[in-house]
């Protein structure tokens, strides 16, 4: 076992800075487009207890987990929220998954002996078993959010999410965001298991949804041609179409943005 995963992870209690930072979920979008076909509950339709966002940068990843959290939370059933890092080792990440179940389960689980005694142990799939066994006990849906996936360091990867991931109680549903780096592709661990994919190909805004994108946006409805024009120019790239709504807001009009083509605003494209 490497040093890093010997040292006790008994500083990482509950009043961790880092640890509430990672157990808190941004906030959601103002102008969030919520897509019918992109719901958990459709997803969920496919196979296995996981579902998988892979897009790269700026398709809106993190935004429809929160989404999906939300859903989650208005139908009764929990949410934990974890966003990862490279720092996170097994225990860590161990660890930063008790933190961001204590703060949401309230008195339902998770208590304090439990949580002393998984900073305390030192074998990881025992503390991982262990923490899988506290949400069958939950006796509610659970949704577990991890978001920044790619960041995780190798050994993280397989012996604590492909646990986590092929040893999931029926009641949790594990939803990740990822970008597809060369790294994560290459562990496998997310071919090991049944994981329902959603790819930047489904992220993509159609025609119609970047139109009322840019509605909300602007403020305003968006004139149809322009709007279409704007889509063209970005491919449906959700960054792309925020920013340009933004750009077209303080110049007053699309038009002045899309006469200027992408050479007045090259961050449009990806
Ligand atoms: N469904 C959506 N409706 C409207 N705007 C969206 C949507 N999804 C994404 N966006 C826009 O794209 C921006 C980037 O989204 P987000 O941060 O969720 O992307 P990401 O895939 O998580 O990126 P990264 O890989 O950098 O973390 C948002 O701030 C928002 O402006
Ligand atoms: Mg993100």
Not at 95 to 101: C, E, P, V, W, Y
Not at 239 to 251: D, E
Request: hydrophobic share 40%; glycine share 8%.
């Amino acid at each position: 076992m490497a040093p890093e995963l010997e040292r006790p992870v008994t500083h990482l209690s509950s009043s961790e800075p880092a640890l509430l930072l990672k157990s808190t979920p941004p906030r959601a979008l103002k102008s969030f487009m919520d897509r019918e076909r992109l719901k958990l509950s459709r997803l969920e339709m496919g196979s296995g207890n996981a579902t998988l966002l892979l897009a790269p940068t700026g398709f809106g990843k993190t935004s429809q987990l929160v989404q999906w959290r939300r859903d989650a939370l208005a139908q009764g059933g929990l949410a934990f929220w974890h966003s990862l890092d490279n720092r996170d080792t097994p225990r860590r990440l161990i660890a930063g998954l008790a933190h961001s179940a204590q703060a949401t389960s309230g008195k339902r689980g998770f208590a304090g002996p439990f949580m002393q005694w998984i900073s305390e142990c030192s074998d990881v799939q025992e503390a991982a078993t262990a923490w899988l066994a506290e949400i069958a006990t939950l006796s509610v849906n659970v949704l577990l959010l991890l978001d920044d996936v790619e960041f995780l360091p190798g050994d993280s990867l397989s012996q604590v999410l492909g646990y986590l991931l092929g040893n999931a109680p029926a009641n949790l549903h594990i939803a990740l965001a990822a970008r597809p780096t060369n790294a994560l592709m290459s562990s496998g661990v997310l071919n090991t298991f049944p994981i329902t994919r959603v790819t930047a190909s489904d992220l993509r805004l159609r025609p119609e949804e970047t139109l009322q994108v840019l509605s909300s946006a602007l403020g305003s409805s968006c004139n149809p041609e322009e709007g279409i024009s704007l889509h063209e120019l970005t491919d449906g790239w959700p960054l792309g179409v925020q920013l340009a709504a933004a750009t077209a807001h303080r110049m007053g009009s699309l038009q002045g943005l899309l006469a200027e083509g992408v050479g007045g605003c090259p961050t449009l494209l990806h």
